[in-house]
C-alpha cells in the first residue's frame, strides 16, 4: 500500500484527534463555568453546549469530515490515473500535515493560521487532481 493510501486512512481518523479533545480536554476558565459532563446517552446535546476550546475542538472534528471525502477521492483518481507516485504521496503527507496544523489553529483559536493552512490543504487537493491530469 502506498503512503497516500495510508494517508487517507489518517484523513480518515483525524476528526478522532479533534472530538477527543472536545470530549475530554482540558478546560480553561471560559469553560469551567458551562461545563457540564459528557453524557454518552446525548452526545450531540453535550457538543451544542460547548464553549471556548471545546466548542472549537468540535468545530474542527466537523470540517474534518468534510474534509476528507475531496481527500479520499483524489488520492485515488491520482492512483487510477497512474499519477506520479512521487507527487501524490508528497501532497498527501501535506495535506496530512496541513490538517493536522489547522486543527491546532481551529482550538488554540488562531483564525489566520486556520484559513492559511486550510486553502493549503485544498490546493493539496487540486494539485492532486492536476497530477492526475
Known amino acids: 500500500m502506498t503512503i497516500s493510501l495510508w494517508c487517507v486512512l489518517i484523513a480518515g481518523l483525524l476528526p478522532l484527534i479533534a472530538t477527543g479533545m472536545a470530549k475530554f480536554g482540558a478546560q480553561d476558565p471560559e469553560e469551567q463555568a458551562a461545563a457540564k ?7 450531540r446535546a453535550y457538543l451544542d453546549g460547548l464553549v471556548g476550546r471545546r ?29 506520479s507516485p512521487a507527487v501524490v504521496d508528497t501532497l498527501a503527507m501535506l495535506f496530512i500535515a496541513f490538517r493536522l496544523s489547522y486543527i491546532w489553529a481551529y482550538i488554540w483559536d488562531h483564525p489566520r493560521v486556520r ?18 491530469a
Open 115 to 132: 484559513s492559511l493552512v486550510w486553502a493549503a490543504a485544498m490546493l493539496c487537493n487540486i494539485g492532486l487532481f492536476v497530477a492526475s
Open 37 to 43: 459532563r459528557y453524557d454518552n446517552r446525548a452526545p
Open 55 to 83: 466548542q472549537r475542538a468540535h468545530w474542527a472534528q466537523l470540517n474534518s469530515f468534510e474534509a476528507f471525502p475531496l481527500f479520499a477521492a483524489a488520492v485515488v483518481v491520482a492512483h487510477l490515473m497512474q499519477a
